[in-house]
């Protein structure tokens, strides 16, 4: 298998890698504590880390690994948004509700300006759940709305138009095209990194069988050293030039000529 191929299939496979990752920890959140999936995205970020920066074949994979870990985060983030809009949308009850208390949400910062709305159905029942959440100034007590209410009490309530789960969907395509969008770009810079490599240490050889071949080589009768320059592909005839001058020898007037003098 050629070298080209081999990278690419790597690509590949730290690609689907890091989507499986993706819907790993979309699967695993809310069902474990935070401290299991710390350890686990820590373990992934480590992993990526090397898978990344053999694939890079230089330290820049590390960078990458943290792009595709903060973009993975994102993508599980979007994606735990868009299974409570669309199981709100596939199980939500529509229903007319009168708001009977507004409070600062706990969980937010005041320069957030967040409120939570406690909702009561038409009979006086309280509406089951988490209160519905809110911008301040959204709702006033008293004021009757139309939501989609959890029947199970899991889920916030929200107004209808604020369960599409359109965006959130998009968001998580976005991020996972762009985490498969770093490992190619990743795998390109490799693929350079390497070539270049490759072209100094041939370079370099060729310098030194010419600098070997310069030095080692028996002047004619008229006192010239003359190598092919088809055996060093490579190397400028300006440089070959320069390797001549370091073993003491002088270049002949002749433009282009690989012959020097002793």
Known sequence: MSRGRHRILSAIGVGCYALAAIVGFFL???HHGSGLLVSLWVAHGVLLAVLLTKLAADETGLSAALVVVGAS???VYFADLARDDLTLERRGERI???VVREWLAPDQGR???TYDYALARRDGTRVRGPALQARSGAFAVGQTITVLADPEGVLRPRAPGDADATGTV??????ASLVLGIVAA???RGA???RQREERARLAEQEH???EALRTASADVHGFVEVHPGHYPDVSHRRAAGIAGELGLAPTDEPGSWRFRR
């Open 209 to 211: 069988i010419l600098r």
């Open 186 to 188: 990743t795998a390109r």
């Open 73 to 75: 985060l994102v993508a």
């Open 96 to 98: 007319t509700a009168t």
């Open 192 to 194: 350079i990194v390497v």
């Open 28 to 30: 695993l959140a809310g």
């Open 170 to 175: 998009l968001g998580v395509g976005a991020f």
């Open 111 to 113: 320069e957030v300006d």
